[in-house]
């Protein structure tokens, strides 16, 4: 049974940075395009970031610059370094896994959330003006 599940959310201001962690098991960790996927209130699910199997790493254009993935394979473990937080990057934060690698598939192709296939429950981040 494949589980991920994420930790580092939280409250902080705008400007602020927080770094989310995810953990996964039940999967072949280094076989898996691991993305960050976000929810915000009213809105769609949006593709944050992914990363490939191959360390290709992809960013939707609103967080280019201040969004760092980083993977850790010995560790089974996925990293968001975020920075320069602005309200509008206030979402439930997820993590996702689907098989890869998928790196010569279009970049919208691989952050679209309904191309994962396990994801975790979330962890809230809320940035306040």
């Known amino acids: 049974q494949v589980q991920a599940v994420e930790s580092g959310g939280g409250l902080v201001q705008a400007g602020g940075s927080l770094r989310l962690s995810c953990t996964t098991s039940g999967l072949p960790f280094d076989a898996y395009d691991l993305g960050w996927i976000r929810e915000a209130p009213g809105k769609e699910r949006e593709g944050v970031a992914v990363e490939d199997v191959d360390g290709t790493i992809t960013y939707t254009d609103s967080v280019k610059g201040r969004f760092t993935s980083s993977r850790d394979n010995a560790k089974n473990a996925l990293f968001l370094q975020m920075n320069s937080l602005k309200p509008e990057d206030t979402a439930m934060y997820y993590c996702?896994?689907?098989?890869?690698?998928?790196?010569?598939?279009?970049?919208?192709?691989?952050?679209?959330?309904?191309?994962?296939?396990?994801w975790g429950q979330g962890t809230q981040v809320t940035v306040s003006a």
């Open positions: 996702a896994a689907t098989p890869g690698p998928r790196a010569y598939l279009r970049p919208e192709y691989r952050l679209d959330p309904a191309n994962y296939d396990a």
